[in-house]
């Protein structure tokens, strides 16, 4: 027991030191944040640098007065806009085209801006300038938040920003029996999705796959029987395993605390984002699931690894328990329209597409908590039998063994393991 | 325990794999102290010996005693064991690396670092014990090797082709410290194909052909066994005149002649032929002791393998 935590001890150090890890469980999240928060700096200096028109300046009750426009004419054929109002200190209203060029020519104006008859239906409106300037081109934000205010009369400016954009949609929908679920705009939702299930399916894989790499590395050193004449071979792999699972929970938490912590500020930077909801279940289902499906994955992989010769093989031997465990990612589409459908249920019940596809449902819906329970039982079930037969086949003669054994011995070797 | 005490005792081991029978009926012991050589062609099964004596691999019939009893995990800890085909961890600190396999061991960390420290000032890798094992070269890594096998003041080595790939200094560094070790009371079983280092070095020898022992005994009786009733002379006179002289084959050299003796003379009646003789002038005298790797070659040979 003894050697089995030095050999735990051993491998996280070993492990954690790498480049690619640290990289991947620290850096991506960091970068993703500087990122994040650089975009917002930009915007918020454009912002103060520029217009103060727009949809920021019509979206709050600040002084609709800006001095660097000079004075803006405008000509009103449409009959809507009687009054400057508010903006009166900048905006002055002429009877004729005629009157305002005039004035204009005269330097009283900076810009002039006619107002087509039909401008309900067109929204249609003549700039004039005297010259090309962007001072004068940028007036357009301000002229344009002096004819949204006025068309809405008194209205709350909230009313008017909102009138702009497109709703965020939260959808309610009541499932056949008493559970009942929140799905968010489609959108959003294929995100969540997106987002969480990337996270555990690289989060699970990178762990194993270090794994693999561990194993194949003694065989291919040849460490692997100075090793094995101090500890026995099912030690040696427990050591391993468990060092690999914390450095891959470690990265999990890393990632997921990270994705929630944009996810809640993103809102603020996108609208379009403002309505996102992480379900705070899933991020507790997570944890069963990343664990029991590492498991899975790093029995199998620990095998492939005890069988392969070289570097080369693992990987692609892999590859048969990898492409069908991201089968669920293929249907994204169906899980994000029907989270709680056939498909999605049949995949998050299936050992092998369970932890995908669970995480996948719990991103955007409630799921039953019998679903969850039956699924995360036959989950363990099939972890349980992956390390048993990583167990088996990593013994001496597989591991010592310079080449890789027929498939017709494999059976033979587990039964006589 | 003291000298001439039995610490490897294999009993009438077999070993196989599939229907190739690896090891087969095989017995010897090793004596505390000695350097015990152990020969054979490739695929001879000196490795699943070795490994079995490591409890790596279990025998399928016979028994194995090892350090005065049955192997257990404590066992493990007072041997030390450098395979033929080794490696190392290559993007592990040196020092890292060593208290690793010390633990393993059984060894405390501290107590690891502070002899894997020692050796590595010993055999003047000192200032790379910061350095990852894939900065070091070749040579460098073989010593390493070595200390991992000794690091934890084992009782009993086995090493299994010691000095492959190692240049004359390092195989002179490593002879020295293997020679240290034996003075040190420490038991020694080598595997090798350089039979003048088992002339040289081992004190008895095995050696098995196709899993069957074919030779075993300490090294000077095999030879005299082998030894043909002939004596190697240099010198001047008519050496097929001598009385009791068969025949006279001379080298390639023309220096120094063998003298096939006729059945029921001795090389000592020769001697004293010689010294009464004055129309003989004789430099150097020597019993016609074969080399091991001719003994080696003619043993593997009559079993049809080749070394």
């Known amino acids: 027991m003894n050697k089995l935590w030095h050999v735990f001890g051993f491998e996280l150090k070993r492990q954690s030191s790498r480049r690619a890890y640290l990289f991947t469980t620290f850096g991506i999240p960091l970068l993703a944040v500087v990122l994040l928060f650089g975009y917002q700096a930009i915007q918020q200096l454009n912002a103060a640098s520029g217009s103060a028109g727009g949809e920021g300046a019509s979206a709050e009750e600040t002084s609709p007065e800006e001095p660097n426009f000079g004075v803006i004419g405008y000509v009103d054929y449409s009959g809507l806009f009687p009054d400057p109002g508010l903006f009166g200190l900048t905006l002055v209203r002429y009877d004729s085209e005629e009157e305002a060029l005039t004035a204009m020519d005269a330097g009283e104006l900076t810009t002039v801006y006619v107002i087509a008859e039909d401008y309900l239906e067109t929204g249609k409106v003549t700039r004039y300038l005297e010259t090309f300037s962007l001072e004068g081109a940028s007036a357009d934000g301000f002229f344009s938040a002096f004819l949204r205010r006025e068309l809405a009369g008194n209205a709350d400016q909230r009313v008017v920003a909102r009138i702009q954009s497109d709703p965020v949609v939260v959808e309610h929908v009541l499932n056949e029996g008493s559970d009942f679920s929140v799905a968010q705009s489609e959108d959003v939702s294929f995100l969540l999705v997106y987002l969480f299930a990337l996270l555990l399916a690289f989060a699970a894989f990178f762990s194993s796959g270090y794994l693999m790499q561990s194993v194949i590395e003694e065989k291919e050193t040849r460490i692997v029987e100075i090793l094995l004449s101090s500890v026995r071979p099912v030690p040696l792999l427990a050591g391993k395993v468990l060092s690999m699972g914390l450095l891959g929970l470690l990265q999990i938490a890393v990632w997921v605390a990270t994705a929630v912590f944009i996810l809640n500020r993103i809102g603020a930077i996108f609208p379009v984002l403002a309505g996102l909801h992480i379900q705070t279940e899933m991020l507790v289902w997570m944890v069963p699931y990343f664990l029991l499906g590492y498991l899975m994955f790093a029995g199998v992989y620990a095998a492939i690894g005890a069988l392969a010769p070289s570097m080369r093989e693992g990987p692609q031997l892999a590859v048969f328990i990898t492409l069908p465990a991201m089968i669920p990612f293929y249907f994204l589409n169906i899980f994000v329209e029907t989270p709680n459908g056939l498909l999605p249920t049949i995949f998050s019940l299936f050992p092998i597409t369970a932890p995908l596809a669970m995480v996948q449902r719990l991103a955007i819906t409630t799921v039953p908590l019998h679903e969850l329970l039956i699924s995360l039982a036959l989950l363990a079930l099939t972890a349980l039998g992956a390390i048993w037969l990583a167990g088996r086949l990593f013994r001496v003669n597989t591991l010592l063994a310079g080449q890789m054994p027929r498939w017709r011995d494999l059976l033979h070797i587990i039964r006589e393991a | ?307």
């Open chain 2, 1 to 307: 325990m003291s000298a001439g005490e039995t610490v490897v005792q294999v009993s009438q081991v077999t070993k196989a794999y599939g229907t190739h029978v690896a090891v087969d009926d095989l017995s010897f012991e090793v004596q505390r102290g000695e350097i015990f050589a152990f020969l054979g062609p490739n695929g001879a099964g000196k490795t699943t010996t070795m490994r079995m004596i490591l409890d790596i691999l279990k025998p399928d019939a016979g028994s194995i005693s090892v350090l005065g009893g049955p192997f257990t995990e404590e066992t493990k800890q007072r041997i030390g064991y450098m395979p033929e085909e080794r490696g190392l961890y290559r993007n592990v600190r040196l020092l890292d690396l060593l208290v690793y396999m010390g633990t393993l061991k059984g060894m405390r960390a501290s107590d690891a670092r502070q002899r894997a420290m020692d050796l590595l000032n010993r055999l003047e890798l000192g200032e790379h014990a910061k350095s990852k094992v894939s900065e070091l070269s070749k040579g460098m890594q073989q010593k390493v090797q070595f200390i991992v096998t000794v690091l934890h003041r084992p009782e009993l080595i086995i090493v299994d082709e010691p000095f492959s790939g190692l240049d004359p200094v390092n195989t002179q560094l490593l002879k020295n410290m293997l020679f240290d070790l034996k003075d040190d009371g420490v038991t020694i079983v080598m595997s090798t194909h350089m039979m003048h280092q088992v002339e040289e070095m081992g004190d008895r020898l095995l050696m098995i052909d196709e899993g069957r022992c074919v030779l075993y005994g300490p090294v000077d009786e095999v030879r005299d066994r082998f030894a043909e009733n002939a004596v190697v002379v240099q010198g001047q006179g008519d050496w097929a005149a001598l009385p009791g002289v068969e025949s006279v084959e001379a080298d390639e050299t023309g220096r120094e002649y063998t003298l096939h003796l006729a059945e029921g003379v001795t090389p000592k009646m020769v001697m004293q032929a010689l010294a009464a003789s004055p129309e003989h002038h004789v430099r150097s005298f020597a019993l016609a002791v074969p080399s091991l790797n001719e003994i080696f070659i003619q043993v593997a040979g009559r079993n049809g393998n080749h070394a």
